[in-house]
T-cell receptor, first 113, second 113 residues
Framework: SQQGEEDPQALSIQEGENATMNCSYK?????LQWYRQNSGRGLVHLIL?????REKHSGRLRVTLDTSKKSSSLLITASRAADTASYFC?????????????FGSGTQLTVLP | DAGVTQSPTHLIKTRGQHVTLRCSPI?????VSWYQQVLGQGPQFIFQ???????GRGNFPDRFSARQFPNYSSELNVNALLLGDSALYLC????????????FGQGTRLTVV
């Protein structure tokens, strides 16, 4: 089952607008990661934010983390058609010596030209 | 440097058959994980291997097995294929550690007919 939930499930905006996606999770984390997936292809890592960080930037991306609310958000500013993709939040889950990423169901972002 | 490579990219199999998927991690990465992604969902963890040993296994039946070779490449095997095994199979490599990103291959699209 999915351990995190992205909201909204789908988002459609015009080029140049900002896009905000949210992620909620249920248990404590060491870090939270955001990935992008173009249609049917592999995932690309965007940003990793540690549990002691509140905000992180990378180019047009801004990620915030609120551990008290167990939520994170990804903001894409000045969106472009090339930003059209699915966006996933993921958190590491540690079980014994295993380390796995648990993903939400993703937000499908469509940027219209 | 080459990224994570997976082969084949697409595969069509008949129910009951067996399939082997292959993955080569990024040079220097000793940890390889496998994920299954069905349409419309986020990736689900299948296995993690580190230094040729299985470190974790997700909630998948024994029909799924994997191994890691001395050069850190990995194979995922699925026996007695079911229609429900149709999915995108993703391989990810990481440096072992708590706060590290995962690098994904482009995936193998498996269709079971």
């Amino acid at each position: 089952s999915q351990q995190g939930e992205e909201d909204p499930q789908a988002l459609s905006i015009q080029e140049g607008e900002n896009a905000t996606m949210n992620c909620s999770y249920k248990t404590s984390i060491n870090n939270l990661q955001w990935y992008r997936q173009n249609s049917g292809r592999g995932l690309v890592h965007l940003i990793l934010i540690r549990s002691n960080e509140r905000e992180k930037h990378s180019g047009r991306l801004r990620v915030t983390l609120d551990t008290s609310k167990k939520s994170s958000s990804l903001l894409i500013t000045a969106s472009r058609a090339a930003d059209t993709a699915s966006y996933f939040c993921a958190r590491p889950l540690f079980s014994g010596s295993a380390r796995q990423l648990t993903f939400g169901s993703g937000t499908q972002l469509t940027v219209l030209p | 440097d080459a990224g994570v490579t997976q082969s084949p990219t697409h595969l069509i199999k008949t129910r009951g058959q067996h399939v082997t998927l292959r993955c080569s991690p990024i040079s220097g990465h000793k940890s390889v994980s496998w994920y299954q992604q069905v349409l419309g969902q986020g990736p689900q963890f299948i296995f993690q291997y580190y230094e040729k040993e299985e470190r974790g296994r997700g909630n998948f039946p024994d029909r799924f097995s994997a191994r890691q070779f001395p050069n850190y490449s990995s194979e995922l095997n699925v026996n007695a294929l079911l229609l429900g095994d149709s999915a995108l199979y993703l391989c990810a490599s990481t440096l072992q550690g708590v706060n590290t990103e995962a690098f994904f291959g482009q995936g193998t699209r498996l269709t079971v007919v």
